[in-house]
């Protein structure tokens, strides 16, 4: 008896990320890492940058800025309060930069 052959085809497409890579800052840490209350950052908002001040970390589904924030505490997102509006809003770490 003969063994039939199987062929095996393997089809490559277009590479899926899921997340992000965060950007290394000039220190050797990612963008948004270990931000405290008070820190000073920056982050874009509708193509220029604002700056702000940190309220809280986030570690938790919580409702904060007006919307529900789907943080934990291997995902962390951050409260921060715009310097020129006063308004609050919800940043993931990779979206902010510490000033000095």
């Not at 063994?3 to 965060?22: F, M």
Request: hydrophobic content about 25%; proline content about 4%; cysteine-free.
């Amino acid at each position: 008896m003969r063994a039939a052959a199987v062929a095996t085809r393997v089809e490559s497409g277009p590479t899926v990320h899921t997340k992000e890579a965060p950007e290394m800052a000039k220190d050797g840490k990612k963008s948004g890492e270990d931000l405290h209350k008070g820190d000073h950052v920056a982050w874009s908002s509708h193509g220029s940058e604002t700056t702000g001040e940190v309220e809280q970390k986030i570690t938790e589904r919580t409702e904060a800025a007006g919307r529900t924030v789907a943080a934990s505490e291997e995902e962390p997102q951050y409260e921060v309060r715009s310097d020129k509006s006063g308004k609050t809003a919800v940043h993931k770490p990779s979206a902010l930069k510490k000033k000095k």
